[in-house]
DNA sequence: GTGTACTGTCTTGACATCGAGATACATATC
DNA sequence: GATATGTATCTCGATGTCAAGACAGTACAC
């Protein structure tokens, strides 16, 4: 029952745990460790992204219109949700990845409050690229964890996951 | 194989596939899904620390110093250690904290170049009922998961963690 | 059709963060 | 004990984000 910390929530849970003995603070080892390793993955990915002269920022709108398929084209609202960030910050992002010319505007001939935001083949082949180079680096870092447990792993964080995403 | 989309990135998945199934997307099953949790989290806490009148980034440093137990006091440099953030995020984050009242600034007796920061009364009682109050919260986000699938998640994620960590 | 509520996008101002560098002090080596 | 290297903290400028609100256009009820 005693065993020998391995991280630093470990540390923070025994920590606690002498400090509030009235206190039940298992949620933290659940919890903590997803915010504290997100923290880590952004940083990696920061630096994968690094190589290809993308922000991480730049590159979540990009995929986001990678993923969309051909023509590579969703309006600003359908960036907000696939992205998680207000309007007012993705319609700073997309000028600026405008004006680096990885994507385009224009007027959503179906809507006249709308818009459309496309990927221009400058921005296709940076996405792309820098794609790759993330999916490797993530593999590396799930090197010391077995598929199964990976699955295992991904189940049970789709069952915190889902309730936010409904 | 086919199943039913259950959360954004199972559709996220999904769409890497088809429009990318020359590439191994599984690690994306696990490492997106750690940080759009996180992201979700981000929220949850914040809004949980509002009733307490507390942004996120004072609680984080008030409760490293909570963790450290009597007299509640550590240097600038444990705090980035404990919160991971920059020097001179830090710096600022002891500044506004001080201004509010909440911890008190002195010079380290033993090292001239140092600092030590603690809290005061009023900073250990904001602190106290923040993290009551976030517990709360934390434990009904989990209230999914029964207790040993909460056990595998958390020791697979320090797998993961431990690498960061050492 | 007219009024009302809603939607989609953009603007603005405040703010927390980072990175790089400055400064003061401490420690190790010779 | 002088020099060089390392450590602790702070300063400063740039940047990305958010929240709130403005504005144009759409949809629905009557």
Chains 1, 2 share one sequence.
Do not use: C
């Amino acid at each position: 029952m005693n065993e020998e910390p391995q991280d630093e929530v470990d540390r923070l849970v025994a920590a606690w745990r002498a400090e509030r003995p009235d206190l039940d603070v298992e949620p933290l080892q659940v919890l903590s460790r997803v915010s504290r390793l997100a923290k880590h993955l952004d940083r990696a990915r920061r630096a994968a992204f690094a190589e290809h002269a993308l922000e991480p920022w730049e590159f979540d709108v990009l995929t986001a219109l990678r993923r969309a398929g051909k023509p590579y084209e969703l309006s600003p609202g359908a960036l907000i949700r696939a992205t998680l960030v207000t309007s007012g910050t993705m319609t700073n992002r997309i000028d600026r990845l405008a004006q680096a010319g990885l994507v385009r505007r224009r007027p959503d001939p179906e809507d006249r409050r709308g818009v459309l935001v496309s990927l221009t083949e400058s921005g296709l082949a940076r996405v792309d690229a820098a794609f790759a180079g993330l999916l490797r680096r993530e593999h590396d870092l799930l090197a010391g964890l077995p598929l199964t447990d990976q699955r295992t792993l991904s189940a049970l964080l789709r069952t915190l996951l889902t309730p936010f995403d409904s």
